[in-house]
């Protein structure tokens, strides 16, 4: 695998094919307990598939849950083992411990191998771009972050989410966290943006 420079920001720099159209839903720090299954069955619902960045001790308290995403058609991406910050900071041996550990726990829950890898924070560095490549995965970024995380309000989440443009990559959390807010938003937002005519992709 070549050792990139910068991440993913946009669907079409990963897959050229997709349609000119094309959104794709990225969850985060997930799997949680309260918050993933309620996400899954709006992504059901609306007949929406995303792409969850899993956390690895996150993945291995629930297995069944990553097994879900599976069953429903979603892609799994690794997003370490324990979510440290600053990512880049942390020495090349313990960057590949996380991306290594993450990897072995989601295929030990059922699921594919990830092929792709989301930083903590969109923190990247040299050494993360090598342990992403040496591990065969490509780097993913986004280009719409409603900030969901830091609980702005439904209404701030629902708006910034609406404001996609085709080829977007949008961000949001399942985990980490009370994500009602990010729920919320999502039950305008699925339903909204299909109606402005958009396909949602899995990266």
Known sequence: MPVRTKPVFKVHDLLPSAPSNAVALTLDDGPSRMYTPEVLQLL?????RATFSVVGIEAHA???LIRRIVADGHTIANHTMTHPQPFSRRSAAQIQQQIADTQSVIVDAGAPEPKLFRSPGGDWSADVFAAVAKYGMTPIDWDVDPKDWARPGTKTITEKLLAAKPGDILLCHDGGGNRS???DALRT?????KAKGYTFVTL
């Open 62 to 64: 629930d297995k069944d």
């Open 44 to 48: 059901r619902k609306y007949d929406v």
């Open 189 to 193: 937002v699925l339903p909204a943006l």
């Open 181 to 183: 807010q990010t729920v």
